[in-house]
């Protein structure tokens, strides 16, 4: 029985095939797949079907790409140049897989020996605990599976309020929360958020910084498990994981196993097939 942490996948079913036989998955391990499942790779209707299939053994956060695959199918947002979402949308399962994607998470936390893994999209805001990401992310997931999905995400997109207040109601507050979650790359040391910027961490714009060398940070006791950042990639730290290596760039389908202990880590990777170009 083994846990491992699964970078972005971007509807690239073919590589996460290979991985898993690589890590000879099999029902009695459980694989935690840290968002964006969908969009920019071949096979985004591949990868829901494949995932869903594996039940309590797959649990799965929801990313930016997940959360716009939403977007388009209840007419909050227009499919993108570079979005591959049509096929999905046009299956005949189509309805049953978005109900399965409304009803992933926002975060996850397990306890890992003496430690705690909390597991992201994107980033976490340095004023932020573990409880408190679980809790703000619980308010999310509510909204998702509720009757009220449609009308939050037709109010979903924008990147005010840029700053985080426990104040914040409705839906600004959900939005802020979102956008931490699953679009946070870069904030100042009192976490205001910026989001133009994709590039590495060293290339940070000018009074920001990435939001995990935030000092102070909240969370800097656990480990941090994130996607999203492929210009990042991998980064192994004891109070981070970060496992977005590009798959659907042409570069690495990335899985993490952990041990016994957070310090226990092995790195397991397949080469991808480039679905996008950079750019």
């Not at 409304?102 to 890992?112: F, G, P």
């Not at 958020?193 to 994709?198: D, G, R, T, V, Y």
Request: aromatic share 6%; hydrophobic share 45%.
């Amino acid at each position: 029985m083994s846990l491992y942490l699964i970078g972005d996948l971007q509807g690239c079913d073919a590589p996460l095939g290979r991985l898993l036989d690589k890590i000879d998955f099999s029902s009695r391990d459980t694989i935690v797949l840290l968002g964006d499942l969908v969009n920019r790779g071949p096979d985004s209707l591949a990868v829901l079907r494949r995932v869903q299939g594996y039940g309590a053994s797959a649990l799965s956060l929801l990313g930016n790409h997940d959360l716009h695959l939403l977007g388009v199918a209840h007419g909050a947002r227009k499919m993108g140049r570079k979005d591959t979402l049509a096929g999905l949308l046009a299956a005949p399962d189509s309805e049953a897989l978005l109900d399965w994607v409304r009803r992933q998470h926002m975060a996850l936390h397990m306890r890992i020996g003496e430690g705690d893994l909390l597991m992201v999209h994107a980033g976490v805001l340095p004023q932020w605990t573990v409880g408190d990401t679980l809790a703000l992310a619980a308010e999310v997931e509510s909204v998702l599976r509720g009757p009220a999905l449609g009308d939050f995400l037709l109010t979903m997109y924008g990147n005010e309020p840029a700053e985080w207040h426990g104040t914040l109601t409705g839906n600004a507050r959900l939005r802020a929360i979102v956008n931490a979650l699953t679009r946070l790359r870069f904030c100042t040391p009192d976490g205001v958020m910026e989001f133009e910027a994709k590039d590495s961490a060293a290339t940070a714009p000018e009074g920001y910084m990435p939001w995990f060398d935030v000092p102070g940070r909240k969370t800097a006791k656990a480990t941090v498990a994130f996607g999203h950042w492929s210009t990042l990639g991998w980064l192994s730290r004891p109070d981070l994981l970060s496992t977005d290596t590009g798959c659907v760039w042409g570069g690495c389908l990335s899985a993490v196993r952990i041990g016994a202990t957070l310090d226990e880590r092995e790195l397991i990777q397949v080469e991808c097939e480039q679905a996008q170009k950079p750019g």
